[in-house]
């Protein structure tokens, strides 16, 4: 488990920045959880057990979409962070 650092912490899967106590998630014994995000891990278990690297770039893609950052942006931030992330780290996205 790495140091709660609300300055540099980013989940491990997904890549948002967790900045705020409330943006972490939580272990099964309900202590904080300092590699994954509130939306992505939930009680020691992922919150999207059984996705592919390609659907969470595509979910990742939909929701920087409606942050309103351009497709073409999202789409190139999602396939080139996403693999080196510790849940992702080794599997390659479909092209």
Request: aromatic share 6%; hydrophobic share 30%; net charge negative.
């Amino acid at each position: 488990m790495k140091p709660l650092d609300p300055e540099s912490n980013i989940c491990e899967s997904c890549g948002m920045p967790m900045h705020h106590l409330s943006d972490f998630g939580t272990n099964k014994d309900g202590t904080v959880n300092t590699e994954f995000c509130r939306h992505c891990y939930h009680e020691g278990e992922f919150t999207d057990h059984g996705i592919t690297l390609e659907q969470k770039i595509e979910k990742n893609i939909d929701l920087a979409e409606k942050l309103g950052i351009p497709r073409e942006e999202a789409t190139i931030l999602a396939r080139t962070t996403l693999p080196k992330l510790k849940r992702w780290k080794g599997l390659k996205p479909v092209e």
